[in-house]
């Protein structure tokens, strides 16, 4: 029975930690479509309404809801020449972030009110 209890605990540890991955992955697919939904939303290179896009802040919210449970747990910066979004990802210390310059990754550092993303891993 010990052996049997000590199994489980080890399979049950390895099933969170891919969990936790699974959630990443989700988010940062939803993420990366934010690109195109920008891309789209953007006239003429003003990027100024790409936060406030409908379908851009469904993406971010699932994203977010992946990774913290909660929606609006994200940053988006708008500006007529660029944007730049990020969320935090299970870990609670990394970020995918992604940017009008192509820029998608995971990052350690928070956006904040940048425009582009912070040094990429």
């Known amino acids: 029975v010990a052996i049997i209890g000590i199994l489980s605990g ?14 990443d992955a989700s988010a940062k ?4 479509s934010i690109r ?7 006239d003429d290179g003003d990027y100024s309404n790409v936060c406030s896009d409908p379908e851009v802040t469904k993406l971010l919210d699932a ?3 992946q990774t913290t449970g909660q929606d609006g747990q994200w940053t988006c910066n708008p500006d007529v020449g660029a944007y730049a ?3 935090v990802l299970g870990n609670g210390t990394d970020y995918f972030c992604v940017d009008s310059s192509g820029n998608a990754g995971v990052t350690q550092s928070a956006l904040g009110t940048d425009l582009q993303c912070p040094a990429l891993n």
Do not use: C, F, H
């Open 29 to 32: 697919g939803s993420m990366s």
């Open 10 to 23: 080890i399979v049950l540890t390895s099933l969170g930690s891919a969990r936790t991955k699974a959630k």
């Open 36 to 42: 195109a939904q920008a891309e789209i939303v953007a």
């Open 85 to 87: 979004a990020d969320v």
């Open 63 to 65: 994203a977010s809801r």
